[in-house]
């Protein structure tokens, strides 16, 4: 873990496009296997919806990110780390509230995707850290 993570300080840009990336797998499954298989995973097509569309800012956030962003990484970092943390954190609300509707297929769909997501954010969140670190030095 901590050979990404330096990989991913050496380079932060690349961070933003693994997180777009990511949320598109995630906006593309939830959207065209998740919706339209419902019967087989249980969550309803609205709140597929509702977190797809979240996933879809996310996306464009980050691509935004990485194609922009020359400098000063650190804050627009902060934020998508912050609102993937948000993200596992509605996600798994939602998989407490709906669990009776939802299949075992279902149940580690959603449980996956939050341990993939919290991996993420895990990584981020280190990868930010070490940022904030090498910017002291470098001012010292």
């Known amino acids: 873990m901590q050979k990404i993570v330096a990989r991913f300080i050496a380079a932060p840009k690349k961070l933003f496009l693994l997180d777009s990336i990511g949320a598109f797998i995630t906006a593309f499954?939830?959207?065209?296997?998740?919706n339209p298989l419902e019967a087989y995973f249980g969550m309803s097509p609205r709140i597929l919806t509702s977190l797809s569309a979240i996933?879809?800012?996310?996306?464009?956030?980050?691509?935004?990110?990485?194609?922009?962003?020359?400098e000063n990484y650190i804050p627009f970092l902060r934020i998508i780390s912050i609102a993937n943390f948000f993200y596992a954190c509605l996600t798994f609300s939602?998989?407490?509230?709906?669990?009776?509707?939802?299949?075992?297929?279902?149940i580690n769909y959603f449980i996956l995707e939050i341990l993939i997501v919290l991996v993420l954010v895990f990584i981020e969140y280190k990868t930010l850290s070490g940022l904030q670190k090498k910017h002291k030095k470098s001012f010292l």
Not at 29 to 34: E, R
Not at 94 to 106: A, D, E, K, P, R
């Open 94 to 106: 939602l998989v407490i509230q709906t669990f009776s509707s939802l299949t075992i297929l279902g």
């Open 55 to 70: 996933a879809i800012a996310f996306c464009i956030y980050s691509i935004c990110c990485f194609l922009l962003l020359k």
């Open 29 to 34: 499954f939830l959207i065209a296997i998740l």
